[in-house]
């Protein structure tokens, strides 16, 4: 196993644990404590752990310190992956659709480039570069200056462009969702393309992974009761489904089946 691929999964595992130690992690690796010292600092380091005696925690989940697109993508990929495929079996032919940044909404742009007639409007630099040879998707690329963290386009010439659509369905991710402070994110920047892509939208589909449920970031954008479905993953707990639902919300399930015949050309 190669370090960067190692890093990943020590990633993960404090991220579904809060916390782990050298030891546990030398014996499941079958390594030295000294590899995974040097793999705990590099990542705390990366801002994406913090280091503690003896291993490393978890960032505070509450409030936090959001990394960069690259690092985010690589964690929960196949999560992430049945999520976007979901996510891409609800676009139909004719559609005008709004596509947000961040990774997980990132998937689904992989899984639409069959679809005939659509129309993507987007300020994801990623979501542009995937789709920009994909001869069926008209891909509208709003204006603005780039946030290169998120590899994506803000400020009030990204909003003028999407004011400008009636988008059929946006589909939408977040860094936090509370049943007491709704649809939330690291940064107020982000915030107003998001809440103008929901404004213009018929239809709002949230793209989220379970672990989001609960938590509560800095930004405010969105109220639970303006989500038409989530789309999330089976780790969801049947009380949060059942009160997700009291709100109105469709909660869909990605598991990898029906996923309406989506084809994956990239």
Same mark, same amino acid.
Request: charged share 30%; glycine share 8%.
């Given at each position: 196993?190669?370090?960067?691929?190692?890093?990943?999964?020590?990633?993960?595992?404090?991220?579904?644990?809060?916390?782990?130690?050298?030891?546990?992690?030398?014996?499941?690796?079958?390594?030295?404590?000294?590899?995974?010292?040097?793999?705990?600092?590099?990542?705390?380091?990366?801002?994406?752990?913090?280091?503690?005696?003896?291993?490393?925690v978890i960032l505070d989940q509450n409030v936090g310190v959001e990394s960069g697109f690259e690092a985010r993508r690589g964690r929960k990929m196949e999560i992430k992956e049945l999520i976007g495929k979901k996510a891409a079996g609800m676009v139909?032919?004719?559609?005008?659709?709004?596509?947000?940044?961040?990774?997980?909404?990132?998937?689904?742009?992989?899984?639409?480039?069959?679809?005939?007639?659509?129309?993507?409007?987007?300020?994801?630099?990623?979501?542009?570069?995937?789709?920009?040879?994909?001869?069926?998707?008209?891909?509208?690329?709003?204006?603005?200056?780039?946030?290169?963290?998120?590899?994506?386009?803000?400020?009030?010439?990204?909003?003028?462009?999407?004011? !400008?659509? %009636?988008?059929?369905?946006?589909? *939408?991710? @977040?860094?936090?969702? #509370?049943?007491?402070? +709704? $649809? &939330?994110?690291?940064?107020?920047?982000?915030?107003?393309?998001?809440? !103008?892509? %929901?404004?213009?939208?018929?239809? *709002?589909? @949230?793209?989220?992974? #379970?672990?989001?449920? +609960? $938590? &509560?970031?800095?930004?405010?954008?969105?109220?639970?009761?303006?989500?038409?479905?989530?789309?999330?993953?089976?780790?969801?707990?049947?009380?949060?489904?059942?009160?997700?639902? +009291?709100?109105?919300?469709?909660?869909?399930?990605?598991?990898?089946?029906?996923?309406?015949?989506?084809?994956?050309?990239?």
């Open positions: 196993m190669i370090a960067e691929e190692r890093r990943k999964i020590i990633l993960e595992r404090i991220q579904d644990n809060k916390s782990v130690s050298v030891q546990e992690l030398s014996k499941e690796f079958g390594i030295t404590g000294v590899t995974i010292r040097r793999d705990l600092d590099l990542l705390d380091q990366q801002g994406l752990v913090k280091r503690s005696h003896g291993g490393a139909s032919p004719g559609d005008c659709i709004g596509i947000d940044i961040g990774t997980t909404v990132y998937e689904m742009s992989k899984y639409i480039k069959t679809i005939e007639d659509v129309t993507v409007v987007t300020a994801s630099i990623p979501v542009v570069t995937e789709l920009m040879n994909a001869k069926n998707v008209n891909v509208i690329c709003t204006g603005g200056e780039v946030s290169r963290k998120d590899q994506s386009l803000i400020g009030h010439n990204a909003i003028r462009t999407i004011n !400008e659509y %009636i988008l059929d369905k946006v589909f *939408v991710g @977040v860094a936090g969702i #509370s049943f007491d402070c +709704g $649809l &939330t994110l690291f940064n107020m920047n982000d915030t107003l393309v998001k809440r !103008e892509l %929901i404004k213009r939208a018929r239809e *709002v589909i @949230v793209l989220a992974d #379970s672990s989001k449920i +609960g $938590l &509560t970031k800095h930004a405010f954008f969105c109220e639970l009761e303006a989500v038409d479905k989530l789309i999330i993953d089976k780790g969801i707990s049947e009380k949060d489904r059942m009160q997700l639902e +009291g709100c109105g919300i469709e909660v869909i399930i990605a598991d990898g089946e029906n996923s309406d015949g989506v084809e994956d050309i990239s």
